[in-house]
T-cell receptor, first 113, second 117 residues
Framework: GENVEQHPSTLSVQEGDSAVIKCTYS??????FPWYKQELGKRPQLIID???NVGEKKDQRIAVTLNKTAKHFSLHITETQPEDSAVYFC????????????WGAGTKLIIKP | EAEVAQSPRYKITEKSQAVAFWCDPI?????LYWYRQILGQGPELLVQ????????DSQLPKDRFSAERLKGVDSTLKIQPAELGDSAMYLC???????????????FGPGTRLLVL
């Protein structure tokens, strides 16, 4: 079945610097890749997603890139701010698995002031 | 903006008691998911509904957990009897598989934090 690996497990960056989180997936049929941000005790919130017919998508300070050949996708956060501190999860889904999300293990992002 | 509703937000119970969680998905969303999330880990899918039908409950511990979505709208997840290891956040999510646009996108409710003593 599908497997999603996420790295690093913890990332500490200086406020204002960029942060990059990487995920790889195993099922070449995966075609939808969301990123969720989860603050302590809160719900996962979708921050950006990308579909397999697109290589890159941007939303203000957040961008996601997808490399279908290498089966990996990455989240890029520029000009990091204290409120970016949270756990970030990547996920992948395929139509043949009822669109169920296969989750990465999460990355704890710490923004140092 | 429409949101997924869940209640209660917090529940403390003693082991061997029964607990129930309720979820109301975003209006029009045909697909509903129940997840369990242990602190520090990613969400674990328990059950997926399409309208009133169960699509996948392979990860639901059926000896003690049950889920229903009788009219294809809101849903209830029950645990009976609760065990210490059930302490976790229970999240409900919904998506709209019917529509071509954003059919895979899952939106989460605020969750129910369960503590079993």
């Amino acid at each position: 079945g599908e497997n999603v690996e996420q790295h690093p497990s913890t990332l500490s960056v200086q406020e204002g610097d960029s942060a990059v989180i990487k995920c790889t997936y195993s099922d070449s049929a995966s075609n939808y890749f969301p990123w969720y941000k989860q603050e302590l005790g809160k719900r996962p919130q979708l921050i950006i997603d990308i579909r397999s017919n697109v290589g890159e998508k941007k939303d203000q300070r957040i961008a996601v890139t997808l490399n279908k050949t290498a089966k990996h996708f990455s989240l890029h956060i520029t000009e990091t701010q204290p409120e970016d501190s949270a756990v970030y999860f990547c996920a992948a889904s395929t139509p043949r698995s009822n669109y169920q999300l296969i989750w990465g293990a999460g990355t704890k992002l710490i923004i140092k002031p | 903006e429409a949101e997924v509703a869940q209640s209660p937000r917090y529940k403390i119970t003693e082991k061997s008691q029964a607990v129930a969680f309720w979820c109301d998905p975003i209006s029009g969303h045909a697909t509903l998911y129940w997840y369990r999330q242990i602190l520090g880990q990613g969400p674990e899918l328990l059950v997926q509904f399409q309208d009133e039908s169960v699509v996948d409950d392979s990860q639901l511990p059926k000896d003690r957990f049950s889920a229903e979505r009788l009219k294809g709208v809101d849903s209830t997840l029950k645990i009976q009897p609760a065990e210490l290891g059930d302490s976790a956040m229970y999240l409900c999510a919904s998506s709209s598989i019917r529509w071509d646009r954003e059919k895979e996108t899952q939106y989460f409710g605020p969750g129910t934090r369960l503590l079993v003593l």
